[in-house]
């Protein structure tokens, strides 16, 4: 069992930045990949970004390329998201999920994970 607990959303205006983290306790020494979703109201939770956690290869949905980072620290057992140049569309619950399976191209659907965070808000104004 893995128990990820997300933080760091809040409110911003556009173009500002939010960093999100994601602390995972448990059996974290089984995790093969970590992601964080977000799902705005009425609509289906998307994939933003995954992370290989044993080699750190980084994996990204087109809308949060070149704008979103998503890192680890291994130590710590704690992912990030770093999130740029935030545009309203970005508005959403973001939640951290983390599964020790193999989900080869599936690694941004939510099926593909088993272990949920509770998420956290983040607000983009205009």
């Known amino acids: 069992q893995v128990q990820p607990v997300e933080s760091g959303g809040g409110s911003v205006q556009a173009e500002g930045s939010l960093r999100l983290s994601c602390a995972a306790s448990?059996?974290?020494?089984?995790?093969?990949?970590m992601a964080w979703f977000r799902q705005a109201p009425g609509k289906e939770r998307e994939g933003v970004a995954a992370?290989?956690?044993?080699?750190?290869?980084?994996y990204y949905a087109n809308s949060v390329k070149d704008r979103f980072t998503i890192s680890q620290d291994n130590a710590k057992n704690t992912l990030y998201l770093q999130m740029n140049s935030l545009k309203p569309v970005d508005t959403a619950m973001y939640y951290c999920a983390a599964t020790n399976t193999w989900p080869g191209t599936d690694r941004l659907k939510q099926y593909a994970y088993d272990y949920w965070g509770q998420g956290t808000q983040v607000t983009v104004s205009s």
């Open positions: 992370i290989y956690s044993r080699s750190g290869t980084t």
């Open positions: 448990g059996d974290t020494n089984r995790i093969n990949y």
